[in-house]
């Protein structure tokens, strides 16, 4: 991501990522749509998480992809792994990616989110609910 330069410019890029992140329009059949989550705690953010939630807006954008919906989350306890990106596919549960940036966004993109295909970087679960 380049610097800003501009108050123009911090604007149009304040628009671009509001426009993306509206969570009004979607948030009525959010079960329906992927939901990307980048870990947004001290560790991620010092990792790169900004950069990684940017970048895949950018490329769902680009790639005319709207059943997307984009959040940030607080810390989800994998300080080792971040950035990390939980990733819900419609009727499916959620996935964790760690260490994700780099050409690692694409990929999880193109194989994961598009065609529900598995890459190498999950986290497992290690942990049971209360009512497992």
Same mark, same amino acid.
């Given at each position: 991501?380049?610097?800003?330069?501009? &108050?123009?410019?911090?604007?149009? &890029?304040?628009?671009?990522?509001?426009?993306?992140?509206?969570?009004?329009?979607?948030?009525?059949?959010?079960?329906?749509?992927?939901?990307?989550?980048?870990?947004?705690?001290?560790?991620?953010?010092?990792?790169?998480?900004?950069?990684?939630?940017?970048?895949?807006?950018? &490329?769902?954008?680009?790639?005319?992809?709207?059943?997307?919906?984009?959040?940030?989350?607080?810390?989800?306890?994998?300080?080792?792994?971040?950035?990390?990106?939980?990733?819900?596919?419609?009727?499916?549960?959620?996935?964790?990616?760690?260490?994700?940036?780099?050409?690692?966004?694409?990929?999880?993109?193109?194989?994961?989110? &598009?065609?529900?295909?598995?890459?190498?970087?999950?986290?497992?679960?290690?942990?049971?609910?209360?009512?497992?």
């Amino acid at each position: 991501m380049s610097k800003i330069q501009s &108050l123009d410019a911090l604007r149009k &890029l304040q628009k671009e990522l509001t426009s993306a992140t509206d969570l009004r329009e979607k948030g009525q059949n959010i079960e329906r749509l992927v939901q990307v989550k980048v870990s947004m705690s001290t560790c991620g953010i010092a990792s790169g998480a900004r950069e990684t939630l940017a970048e895949f807006m950018r &490329l769902a954008k680009e790639r005319g992809l709207t059943e997307i919906v984009f959040t940030q989350t607080g810390c989800m306890g994998y300080c080792h792994s971040e950035p990390t990106v939980e990733i819900t596919r419609p009727g499916e549960e959620p996935i964790v990616y760690g260490n994700v940036k780099g050409d690692r966004i694409r990929e999880i993109l193109d194989s994961y989110i &598009l065609r529900g295909e598995m890459v190498d970087g999950i986290i497992p679960t290690a942990y049971r609910t209360i009512h497992e």
